[in-house]
């Protein structure tokens, strides 16, 4: 079993910098994968980005390309993502994710662990 939990959120100008962080405990957080995903008001729940265990892949929705970076820390059992240049419509709660298979993090399909969420609201 593995529990996630963000922090971070909150309000950022447009063109500035959050990061969210998500704190990982239970079982060995070396061994899953994780990633984020965020949900707007009125819509589904979207794939922002999935990390491997080891942090050598990533992806990213191509909305976020290129403006945001997931990272991850396994000796501190904490993954962030990076928010740079964040836009209005980057508004959202943004929930973090944990995997045993990197393949369903990066489609964002029948994720095993989910947090309970953070908001982040960019003004413009």
């Known amino acids: 079993q593995v529990q996630v939990a963000e922090s971070g959120g909150g309000l950022v100008q447009a063109g500035g910098s959050l990061t969210l962080s998500c704190e990982a405990s239970?079982?060995?957080?070396?061994?899953?994968?994780m990633g984020w995903a965020r949900q707007a008001p009125g819509k589904e729940r979207e794939f922002v980005a999935a990390?491997?265990?080891?942090?050598?892949?990533?992806a990213y929705a191509d909305s976020v390309k290129g403006r945001f970076t997931v990272s991850r820390d396994n000796a501190k059992n904490t993954m962030y993502l990076q928010m740079n240049s964040p836009k209005p419509e980057d508004t959202a709660v943004y929930y973090c994710?944990?995997?045993?298979?990197?393949?369903?993090?990066?489609?964002?399909?029948?994720?095993?662990?989910w947090g309970q969420g953070t908001q982040v609201t960019v003004s413009s």
């Open positions: 239970g079982r060995t957080l070396g061994s899953v994968a």
């Open positions: 994710a944990a995997d045993w298979h990197y393949d369903h993090m990066a489609a964002m399909k029948n994720i095993d662990y």
């Open positions: 990390i491997s265990w080891s942090g050598g892949t990533t």
